[in-house]
Nanobody, 124 residues
Framework: QVQLVESGGGSVQAGGSLRLSCAASGYPDSINSMGWFRQAPGKEREGVAIILTRGDNSYYADSVKGRFTISQDNAKNTVYLQMNSLKPEDSAMYYC?????????????????WGQGTQVTVSS
């Protein structure tokens, strides 16, 4: 069983930066796609950034392109989300997701493994 543990959330003013981390354990070598989703109160969960762990292909939601960067450290079985130029609308619970399939998808049900979430709050 794969376990995902997120860290790095917090509160920041608009224009600031945060870096989220997601450490995978269990059977991390079985993971081929990882990503970050977020969910604000009263809203649906939405995909933010996806990375295919073999090949380094990455994908971003239009709302974060140019501001967020997803990256990975295979030696540490960790995926990062560097968030710059944060806006109040970026405030949400951020979740790390992973799956064995080598597939890019914004659909949350395509990901079998989820972390517990880390809160990001951006004040204006």
């Amino acid at each position: 069983q794969v376990q995902l543990v997120e860290s790095g959330g917090g509160s920041v003013q608009a224009g600031g930066s945060l870096r989220l981390s997601c450490a995978a354990s269990g059977y991390p070598d079985s993971i081929n796609s990882m990503g970050w989703f977020r969910q604000a109160p009263g809203k649906e969960r939405e995909g933010v950034a996806i990375i295919l762990t073999r090949g380094d292909n990455s994908y971003y939601a239009d709302s974060v392109k140019g501001r967020f960067t997803i990256s990975q450290d295979n030696a540490k079985n960790t995926v990062y989300l560097q968030m710059n130029s944060l806006k109040p609308e970026d405030s949400a619970m951020y979740y790390c997701a992973a799956d064995r399939a080598t597939r890019f998808s914004w659909r949350s049900y395509h990901y079998a493994y989820w972390g517990q979430g880390t809160q990001v709050t951006v004040s204006s």
